[in-house]
């Protein structure tokens, strides 16, 4: 079957998986089989998303994992369910960063309730790539400073608390640089250099003094601000 044969089927299996869950909405479908009715709309809905894949629809693919995932938990299968939020968040890699993130978020507060942190960490991981590639993107359509530094200071949150502190460390400076000249952004700059701080006491005192003092000589601005105060 080509692309397009596929996808017509896999848009029949969604209508289908919908309907499925309609009817085991109703009373007596919950009384008699109704969680059958939304397993076999489970088993539709990947079906149809992998057909997508095969047609090349990420976003309908990204969608279809989705709704899998949603009914995966409304079965109280947390393991299925934050395995297809990982589907459909791979899908959504190549159409649509932003719902990439959001599904990929989803699986990771799956994992940790689960107590699975190093699965949780792998994804935190991929989101901080994918914010990454989006700065590149940024970058080479010339967009404006203030959204790249959004993408760089995401990517430096998830750096910490995966303990790649040298990275975050290095983000936050530059950061710090890019806007303490910068009379609307200026104010932000002393709240990077307070983070930046942090992550060189966290691997080093001496460092983190040494990098303090250049801060304030770079910021003087820095020196009576609040952050500077708690550092020292």
């Known amino acids: 079957m080509d692309s397009a044969g596929k996808e017509r089927e896999a848009v029949q299996l969604m209508a289908e998986a919908e309907k499925r869950v309609k009817g085991s909405h109703s009373f ?98 991929t989101i901080a790539e994918i914010y990454e590639a989006e700065l590149v993107d940024i970058e080479k359509a010339g967009l404006d400073c203030s959204s790249a530094n959004k993408c760089l200071l995401k990517v430096a949150a998830y750096a910490a608390q995966l303990e790649q502190y040298q990275k975050a460390i290095e983000i936050y400076e530059q950061v710090g640089t890019n806007t303490m000249d910068n009379p609307l952004l200026k104010y932000s700059a ?9 992550c060189h006491f966290i691997v080093d005192e001496l460092n983190a003094k040494l990098a303090l003092e250049k801060y304030e000589e770079m910021f003087p601005a820095f020196t009576d601000s609040r952050e500077c105060k708690l550092l020292k």
């Open 28 to 125: 007596l479908r919950g009384l008699f089989g109704g969680n059958t009715r939304v397993e076999e709309a489970c088993e539709m809905y990947t079906r149809a998303a992998n057909m997508f894949k095969i047609a090349k629809n990420w976003s309908a693919a990204g969608n279809a994992f989705c709704q899998a995932a949603k009914l995966h938990m409304q079965l109280q299968s947390k393991h299925d369910s934050a395995t297809s939020f990982v589907d459909a968040g791979n899908a959504y890699k190549k159409a649509d960063p932003q719902e990439a993130i959001n599904c990929l978020n989803a699986a990771i507060d799956i994992y940790t309730d689960m107590g699975r942190f190093t699965i949780a960490a792998k994804h935190h991981i």
């Open 190 to 198: 002393k709240e990077y250099f307070f983070k930046a701080a942090l």
